[in-house]
């Protein structure tokens, strides 16, 4: 079975700073990872994705992640950190030889940046 | 840009009650899920949908669901019965094909039962 485990419930940056939100994923086949973004009252909305290829995906809004397969991680990443970054944050993981490509998630990481 | 949309946005109904919630997919999308949001929890997978039929389920989705595309447009999701516990935001999404692995979610009902 696959799972995903996002350390930190809540993360707080100051605007400029570096946003590190961290995920861990568990799968017995090579995986699909998402990373997705909520603000409040609105839908998901993908910001990258994993599937095959580049271990190093870039997204929108400056975002980027890592895919590292000996650490079953794929963190997201930011070097500098807008207000309107402000949002909740999931980490996701699917398989697509195995199912129909339903995604697991991650509990969420609420992001707060300062001003 | 082609969107996913969802109605009602917010539904209230009473305990006992069936509601019906909408989505129509984005045009060439053939792959449909339902995932559901209990406020403060994670995202959690109800339902996968293709060819007319149900690909995958999760332990969530028993009898008391059901899922539909009745008219090749809007896909549908029942709950029979509702309980307090379904009290949730339910989302649709949808994906020309699972290779691709870009799933578009539409913004989401809010179900409450009282």
């Known amino acids: 079975a696959q799972s995903v485990t996002q350390l930190g419930s809540h993360v707080s940056v100051s605007e400029g700073a570096l946003v590190l939100l961290r995920c861990n994923y568990s799968?017995?086949?090579?995986?699909?990872l998402f990373w997705y973004v909520q603000y409040p009252n609105q839908g998901l909305q993908l910001l990258l994705k994993y599937t095959t290829g580049a271990t190093l995906v870039k997204g929108i809004n400056g975002f980027e992640a890592e895919f590292k397969k000996s650490e079953t991680s794929f963190h997201l990443t930011k070097p500098s950190a807008h207000m309107s970054d402000a949002a909740e944050y999931f980490c996701?993981?699917?398989?697509?030889?195995?199912?129909?490509?339903?995604?697991?998630f991650g509990k969420g990481t609420k992001l707060s940046v300062k001003p | 840009e082609p969107e996913v949309t969802q109605t009602p946005s917010h539904q209230v109904t009473q305990m006992g009650q069936e509601v019906i919630l909408r989505c129509v997919p984005i045009s060439n999308h053939l792959y449909f899920y339902w995932y559901r949001q209990i406020l403060g929890q994670k995202v959690e997978f109800l339902v996968s949908?293709?060819?007319?039929?149900?690909?995958?389920k999760s332990e969530i989705f028993d009898d008391q669901f059901s899922v539909e595309r009745p008219d090749g447009s809007n896909f549908t999701l029942k709950i029979r019965s509702t309980k307090l516990e379904d009290s949730a935001m339910y989302f649709c999404?949808?994906?020309?094909?699972?290779?691709?692995?870009?799933?578009?979610f539409g913004p989401g009902t809010r179900l409450t039962v009282t």
């Open positions: 996701a993981v699917s398989n697509y030889g195995g199912s129909q490509g339903n995604l697991i």
């Open positions: 999404a949808t994906m020309v094909h699972p290779r691709s692995g870009e799933q578009y």
């Open positions: 949908f293709y060819n007319n039929e149900i690909s995958e």
């Open positions: 799968s017995s086949v090579p995986p699909y």
